[in-house]
Each structure stands twice: as C-alpha cells, then as structure tokens.
T-cell receptor
C-alpha cells in the first residue's frame, strides 16, 4: 500500500494562475479531506468528502474547489491563486467517522 | 465554535527530561481527543487518542488523559529522546461535520543530547 500520495511536492505559482493539487489513496477509504498548514495556526480544514460524489466545505473553503468522482482521488483546485494561499497543503483519508486519519506527505505551495 | 489551544513553543529539553505539553479545548458535547506528531518534512501521524472522559491514551512512552472537568488533554512523557524532536498537535473531533479534525496551533519540541 502506498497510503496517501500527493503531487506535486512543491509548486510556485504567480498570482492569478490556476492549478490542481492531486491526492490519491489506495486504502479504499470513504472519508477524504484537505487541510492547509500555516505557522502557529495548526491545520485548518478546507474541504472534505464522505464518499464519491459527496463533498462539503470546511473552515476555510474560499478560493478552492474540490470534486470526488472516484473513491481513490480527491483533487483540490485553486481557481485564481493569491499570495494568501501560500501554505503547506495536506490531504488525509480514513475509513469512516471513527477511523484513524492518515495524512499524505504534503504539498508546499508558494504564490508570488 | 470548537477550538483547541496548545502551549506555544518551542519547548527545548535535554535528553531524559520529563515532557509536558499542555492542551485545552472548547467544545460542546463529547469530543474525541487526539495527539498527532509531525516529524521534519513529513505529514502528521496519529500518536494517541482518547474517546471519552477519564480515558488515557498511550503510545511510544507518551500518555495523555481526557479530563472533562478541566477540558484538558495534556501530553506527557517521562524521559524524552532526541528522536522525539518534532511538532506535536492536539486535536478534537465530534460526530458532526463529517467528524473532521479541529487542530491546535502545534508545539515544537527540541530535545538536545
């Protein structure tokens, strides 16, 4: 099992550009989520999904879109990047509401 | 809304010292509580958890007890090692909003030989 994988590991964008952060898991987990990590603020939930075709907003959803067409994949889209979106992004998955959360290695994003 | 507050770091200790990292929470209902650890350049890993009042979670020599009366979940270890150097996050979940995690700000631990 590869667990939770994320690509790319590092990305530099210019303000206004768009991009997609990829996340995949091979554990057949229903629940997947995206967090951003900023210094001193811990991790904050952006969007989450409790199954294919079902997504919902977290604490800081503005500027991000998600979709969940398969159980395995949960991409995060930045429609028009802003410097405030400079952060480290973590994808996570688990079996269900009481399952252990597994995190990917993270994507470091710099928006100039 | 729900929130988690951790002591600010960095916490710097010598090897074999006793560790306490404070964590308090604000939440309605009955949350589950967690400690996660993040080693340099890696994602977060679950360290331990407790799902109800007075439960004690333990793993790798670390312990934390769910104290509902003081809304706390302090992390302790009797003798730290250099390999424990990492960032530690306290977190909670509740049975709503998909049971997603609410994190504290993290506490960096540095252990010197």
């Amino acid at each position: 099992n590869a667990g939770v994988t994320q690509t790319p590991k590092f990305q530099v964008l210019k303000t206004g550009q768009s991009m997609t952060l990829q996340c995949a898991q091979d554990m057949n987990h229903e629940y997947m989520s995206w967090y951003r990590q900023d210094p001193g603020m811990g991790l904050r939930l952006i969007h989450y999904s409790v199954g294919a075709g079902i997504t919902d907003q977290g604490e800081v959803p503005n500027g991000y879109n998600v979709s969940r067409s398969t159980t395995e994949d949960f991409p995060l889209r930045l429609l028009s990047a802003a410097p405030s979106q400079t952060s480290v992004y973590f994808c996570a998955s688990r079996t269900g509401p009481a399952g252990t959360q597994y995190f990917g290695p993270g994507t470091r994003l710099l928006v100039l | 809304g729900d929130s988690v507050t951790q002591m600010e770091g960095p916490v710097t200790l010598s090897e074999e010292a006793f560790l306490t990292i404070n964590c308090t929470y604000t939440a309605t209902g009955y949350p589950s509580l967690f400690w996660y650890v993040q080693y340099p350049g890696e994602g977060l890993q679950l360290l331990l958890k407790a799902t109800k009042a007075d439960d004690k979670g333990s793993n790798k020599g670390f312990e934390a007890t769910y104290r509902k009366e003081t809304t706390s979940f302090h992390l302790e270890k009797g003798s730290v090692q250099v390999s424990d150097s990492a960032v530690y996050f306290c977190a909670l979940t509740k049975r709503n909003a998909g049971n997603m995690l609410t994190f504290g700000g993290g506490t960096r631990l540095m252990v010197k030989p």
